[in-house]
């Protein structure tokens, strides 16, 4: 019970960006925690906040995670299975939005998206005394199809590989530098089966814009995409005082048309930069985290076509993004003999700016967010422990600007769309979660856990709530 203790505690959690060096995160634990779990989660919303990402979804879960120590050595790993269904998505039958938007394929039609993942992580660490090292392979696939018009089917795949140093300062810190690579590729495929016509199938671009050139067609396409990463640490060995950490990467990727002789539609570069300072002590703890990031779309432009080439005539920088986030969090953690509490505040500064030069469109929203968590454990007896977690969050809108126009009537629906989906995000929300977990010994060396959580989230626009209930049971090691 002493290592479930250990592992629940706020202070497990309070830093983020030191653990990317592969060299470093050996030294995150002094002791070995593995757990086998299987979890399902439902999540409704009254009206969908973006229409893009669905109302609602359903996933069963398997995961599999290992942190083991032997001697100098670390050991770790995680694998992991998703089956789920997202409900009432429109205007997207991409996969990974959040990777390779704004561009991605769409239709005023949509409907449920199955999804399937798979994926596995494992890294080794060492520490002779003299030098840390450590490197790290992770490989994730994923298949999301629907059975009906239009049926989009998407194969994603994901390849990332990490390798670190860091070397021991005054014999209590240490110094550390880590690289990262990794290969992404999607390929889309939509298909119609009615023999009585269909939706046309627009290629996004930014907002409500799109490439009408090639609308209605190209209905094959994939992006290939590639990721460069790079850290700096300065790391306690005891994960006990001062630690800072900056991380700055680069991502990549060209968004084709197959059909077209292989059609480069875009390029989209990616760069951000995170940093995190640090102060951590047994009972007490204290974090602040600056992430920036830009993305720029430059969309090529084609001359017309000989023998069914499309010649590259020009490119233009059409779509700018700028993020901002500056956050602050802190611990309060006591342990007694049979009881623990922890507190954790924290309070975050948001800032998103997104561009499109032409037609000329903007939006910008400025947003501060508190929230406020407390987490309470009772030993009932030798062999049970529960532990009571209860938060709430409220996000506070400072300013906002929209300013966008859309050249195609046909995207009328996308543009009343996008449009509602600002309204919400900048206006007033605030959420809480409950959860109950129960653990309970079998032996000294293994433990069983069941538990609940449930979040609720309210919308001031348009009086949006949504629900969220998972369940989980595991078995830890």
């Given amino acids: 019970m002493s290592r479930i203790a250990r592992h629940s505690a706020l202070d497990e959690g309070l830093t983020t960006t030191a653990w990317k060096n592969p060299a470093i995160l050996q030294f995150k634990r002094n002791y070995s925690f593995s757990e086998v779990a299987l979890s399902y989660s439902h999540d409704k919303q009254s009206q969908p906040i973006n229409a893009m990402r669905g109302d609602g979804s359903s996933t069963w879960a398997f995961d599999a995670d290992s942190h083991m120590k032997y001697k100098t050595s670390t050991i770790w790993g995680h694998a992991l299975y998703r089956n789920s269904r997202t409900f009432h998505v429109k205007w997207c039958e991409t996969s990974d939005l959040d990777v390779v938007y704004p561009y991605v394929q769409a239709d005023s039609i949509g409907g449920k998206i199955n999804n399937e993942t798979y994926g596995f992580m494992g890294g080794y660490a060492d520490f002779n005394g003299h030098v840390a090292w450590g490197g790290t392979i992770a490989y994730t696939a994923g298949l999301n199809y629907r059975n009906v018009d239009p049926r989009p089917r998407n194969v994603t795949a994901d390849l990332a590989v990490s390798a670190g140093v860091a070397l021991p300062l ?39 814009n799109d490439y009408a050139r090639f609308a209605g067609t190209g209905q094959t396409t994939y992006y290939n995409g590639y990721f460069y990463g790079g850290e700096l640490n300065l790391q306690p060995m005891s994960n006990r005082g001062f630690s800072a950490a900056v991380a700055a990467s680069s991502f990549s990727f060209d968004n084709i048309l197959t059909e077209f002789n292989k059609l480069p539609l875009c390029h989209v570069r990616h760069t951000s930069l995170e940093a995190e300072a640090a102060w951590k002590a047994s009972s007490w703890g204290v974090v602040a985290n600056l992430e920036a990031s830009r993305r720029v779309g430059t969309e090529n432009v084609f001359g017309d076509p000989a023998a069914s080439v499309y010649l590259k005539i020009g490119a233009i920088d059409q ?20 009881f623990y509490l922890g507190l954790q505040p924290s309070v975050a500064y948001s800032h998103l700016n997104t561009i499109y030069a032409s037609p000329a469109s903007q939006e910008q929203i400025n947003s501060l967010t508190t929230s406020f968590l407390v987490r309470g454990a009772f030993q009932i007896n030798s062999a049970t422990r529960v532990q009571l977690t209860a938060a709430a969050q409220v996000l506070s809108p400072l300013s906002d600007k929209w300013q966008v126009v859309s050249t195609s009537s046909e995207l009328s629906g996308l543009l009343a769309t996008i449009y509602g989906t600002h309204q919400v995000l900048s206006d007033n929300n605030a959420s809480t979660t409950a959860a109950l977990h129960v653990f309970r010994s079998i032996s000294s060396r293994y433990a069983i856990k069941a538990g609940a959580t449930w979040q609720h989230a309210h919308y001031s626009c348009g009086s949006i709530s949504a629900n969220t209930v998972t369940a989980q049971v595991a078995f830890i090691f």
């Fill in 170 to 208: 005054a014999s209590r810190y240490l110094v550390g530098a880590s690289a990262s690579f990794k290969k992404y590729k999607q390929t889309n495929d939509i298909d119609f089966y009615s023999e009585l016509g269909h939706d046309k199938v627009f290629h996004l671009t930014g907002f409500a």
């Fill in 319 to 338: 779509f700018h993004e700028n993020r901002v986030n500056i956050a602050a969090k802190a611990y309060w953690q006591h342990f007694w003999q049979r």
